[in-house]
């Protein structure tokens, strides 16, 4: 199915991502309002420390932040109904291109 619309995936191969964005979507799994009784802080800061060190640019900006993948992003994109492209299923795959 083709579609006039497009993943601007040349501007978008990457996204910045700060210590604080970390945590939004962990928090949520937490059930307790004290998140600290859940998670080490030393974990917490351990994880922050690696993902910053992941990227040897993070220190250059005003907010320290790493890069990571956005092919995630144009994979939902596509996978959106309206776009009409469905999930890969390994049982699809022609055996003769296997290698």
């Known amino acids: 199915?083709?579609?006039?619309?497009a993943y601007a995936s040349a501007a978008i191969r990457s996204r910045l991502?700060?210590?604080d964005s970390l945590f939004p979507s962990w928090d949520r799994s937490i059930p307790s309002k004290d998140k600290t009784t859940w998670r080490?802080?030393?974990?917490?800061?351990?994880y922050v420390k690696a993902a910053l060190a992941s990227d040897p640019t993070s220190a250059s900006?005003?907010?320290?932040?790493?890069?990571?993948?956005?092919?995630a992003l144009e994979d939902s994109f596509y996978l959106a109904p309206t776009l009409g492209r469905q999930p890969h299923h390994c049982a699809d795959a022609d055996p003769a291109q296997r290698t």
């Not at 199915?1 to 619309?5: H, Q």
């Not at 080490?40 to 351990?46: G, H, I, K, L, R």
């Open 17 to 19: 991502n700060t210590a």
């Open 40 to 46: 080490d802080p030393a974990v917490a800061d351990a």
């Open 1 to 5: 199915m083709s579609s006039p619309i």
């Open 61 to 71: 900006r005003t907010h320290a932040s790493f890069r990571s993948p956005s092919g």
